[in-house]
Each structure stands twice: as C-alpha cells, then as structure tokens.
Nanobody
Framework: QVQLVESGGGLVQAGASLRLSCAAS????????????TGWFRQAPGKEREFLGT????????YYGESVEGRFTISRNNTENMVYLQMDSLKPEDTGVYYC?????????????????WGQGTQVTVSS
C-alpha cells in the first residue's frame, strides 16, 4: 500500500508560481518509492480529472499534458519519498484540486486508470 499526501496549495494571483509537494509512505517493507512512477492530475469544478504529467521511477523521464507543457515541472526525490509539481506562469484556468498519484508502471503512466494510489488532493486557486 502507498499513502500519498499533497501539500502546498493555496490562493495566488495570475502569473505567480507555486510548488506542490507529495509525500509518499510505503506500508510494504519489501517495497520502496522507487518501485512506482508518479503523476499529477487536477480537477476543476464540473470537469473531469485532467492529466498534468508523469515522472518515471528514476526521475529520468517526464511527460506532460498539453495544457501545462512548458509551465509545469515534475521532479522527485526517492531518498525522501517526495514528488513535486513546480507551477509557473499560473492562469485562472489552472484552478482546481490537484492530486498526486502512484503507478506500478515504473516507466510512467498517463490515464488515471493506470494509477493505483491517490492522495486526497490540495486546492489551488488562481485569481485574475
């Protein structure tokens, strides 16, 4: 089992930057955080959950959704069991609840159904 806890959300103005963190805890002593790829998603009110990006188990490979490509950056620290989402040039349309997720596909994963573990989410609100 993997537990994920997001933090770092808040209210910012358009154009600002924000960094989200995701802390992972692994219940299985025979497993570790590097066994999983991780991803970030967001969900705005009345909309479906949107894929933002994924990072492979080593951190050597990343892939981003079109809406955030070039503005958001995912990184991870396997020693500290942490994943980060650096968000720059934020826009009001970036508002939503942001979720961290983990996938057993260590190469990285796209659609939400490829992820087995989810955090509870953190709210990001971008004002114009």
């Amino acid at each position: 089992q993997v537990q994920l806890v997001e933090s770092g959300g808040g209210l910012v103005q358009a154009g600002a930057s924000l960094r989200l963190s995701c802390a992972a805890s692994i219940a299985n002593p025979r497993s570790d955080f590097s066994s999983f790829a991780t991803g970030w998603f967001r969900q705005a009110p009345g909309k479906e959950r949107e894929f933002l990006g994924t990072i492979s188990w080593t951190g050597g490979s990343t892939y981003y959704g079109e809406s955030v490509e070039g503005r958001f950056t995912i990184s991870r620290n396997n020693t500290e069991n942490m994943v980060y989402l650096q968000m720059d040039s934020l826009k009001p349309e970036d508002t939503g609840v942001y979720y961290c997720a983990a996938s057993r596909d260590r190469r990285g994963a796209g659609p939400s159904f490829e992820y087995q573990y989810w955090g509870q989410g953190t709210q990001v609100t971008v004002s114009s």
